[in-house]
């Protein structure tokens, strides 16, 4: 039995999943894509909700890395370098999501994979 899923759900709840990270840079816009994937039944909804769990992680660890290297060893000649990674840092972090949410709007039936993170889900 093939079971068929409204697109315009999907296209809401994944670009919502992905998304999630443009509303506040606290711990609570993991809640979103957690919710909606305890909540959705939809299998390419709950592989985007998990694709951005994974992403809030990576951005988490490494703005700590970040954060950790900026604050013990801000030397003089590791100061450019550290500013340089925190900026692109930034770009990456509301670039890659807007990429994110476009594609699950042009293309609701695949779930965007994000490049270079690791997936611990």
Do not use: C
């Not at 909804?45 to 951005?59: C, G, P, T």
Request: aromatic share 16%.
């Amino acid at each position: 039995m093939q079971t068929t899923y409204d697109p315009d759900k999907r296209k809401l709840l994944s670009g919502l999943s992905h998304g999630s990270i443009f509303f506040s840079p606290l711990f609570l816009t993991i809640g979103i894509p957690l919710g909606i994937s305890f909540l959705s039944d939809d299998p390419v909804v709950k592989d985007s909700a998990k694709e951005a769990i994974n992403y809030h992680l990576n951005v988490w660890v490494y703005t700590a890395i970040a954060g950790f290297l900026a604050f013990f060893w801000w030397t003089i000649v590791l100061l450019p370098i550290i500013w340089i990674a925190g900026a692109l840092l930034l770009v990456v972090t509301w670039v890659l999501p807007a990429i994110a949410i476009l594609k699950s709007l042009s293309d609701p039936s695949q779930v965007f994979r994000y490049p270079f993170i690791f997936r611990l889900l």
